[in-house]
């Protein structure tokens, strides 16, 4: 496969979970087709109330190589995203790219992210944190609650990653596969702070991408003070077994 093709997205797929972006989707779904043409579209779509859903399914008719997965009894990114890996993985896909449907994410760089797994990476993550990232129209307590939650998250789980709760990212169809998604847990943000961990533990090649995050426009941000408290409780536990672990030596055979 030539490099071309690698970046215009052959033979990879955008899984893109949705909640209540009507007024941002047909936008970002043309711009994402713009960038990558070649590049399948998968929304997993959790009854949104504003119609989310019934304009995918528009789009996907008027587009062509988009498919939309509506979710009535289940809510939350991790498990949006277990869904859409379970059925991407289950395709011809190698690559897999994670986005925000806000525009907080940028589609013109979607072919750096493919082109980085079409030649060794495992894993992208689009950083905001390493050097040439940057964060646009956060208040000061936003970004610094962002820089000691992602702080607290690298030591707990012992990441060695900048940013380890951004959604824009890259991932071979083998590497999630041996990260075993399913078995992942988190149903909210801490889903991407936990698939790192696991991917880590794999020994998998991660390489970080400079980002430039934007705030949204439009719409309502999903973020909340119970999905940050779920974040923070899974990464406390997964800590505290960590280290309970070097103190706690298996007892000796007789």
């Not at 711009?31 to 990558?36: E, F, L, T």
């Not at 897999?96 to 894993?123: E, K, R, W, Y």
């Not at 992942?184 to 090649?205: H, M, N, P, W």
């Amino acid at each position: 496969m030539d490099d071309t093709a690698i970046a215009r997205g052959d033979r990879a797929v955008l899984v893109l979970p949705t909640f209540n972006e009507i007024e941002n989707l047909g936008t970002f779904i043309r711009k994402v087709r713009a960038s990558a043409p070649l590049m399948h579209i998968l929304i997993v779509d959790d009854n949104s109330p504003d119609g989310t859903g019934a304009l995918a399914d528009s789009l996907a008719s008027e587009l062509g190589n988009m498919h939309v997965l509506h979710r009535s009894n289940e809510r939350g990114l991790g498990s949006a995203y277990r869904t859409g890996f379970r059925h991407v993985l289950s395709a011809s896909f190698d690559r897999v790219i994670t986005m925000d449907a806000d525009f907080s994410h940028d589609p013109a760089m979607i072919p750096q992210f493919l082109s980085a797994l079409g030649n060794g990476s495992q894993i992208v993550v689009g950083s905001r944190y390493c050097n040439g990232g940057s964060i646009v129209n956060w208040p000061m307590h936003r970004k610094l609650l962002s820089k000691w939650g992602n702080a607290y998250t690298r030591r707990m789980l012992k990441i060695d990653i900048s940013d380890c709760t951004t959604g824009y990212r890259g991932y071979t169809a083998q590497s999630l596969r041996a990260i075993e998604t399913e078995n992942v847990l988190g149903d909210g943000y801490v889903f991407l702070s936990t698939i790192l961990k696991r991917a880590s533990q794999e020994r998998l090649q991660i390489t970080e991408i400079p980002i430039r995050f934007l705030e949204r426009e439009l719409g309502m941000s999903k973020m909340s003070w119970k999905i940050v408290g779920e974040s923070m409780l899974l990464v406390t536990l997964f800590g505290v077994r960590r280290n309970l672990r070097k103190f706690v030596r298996p007892a000796r055979g007789k």
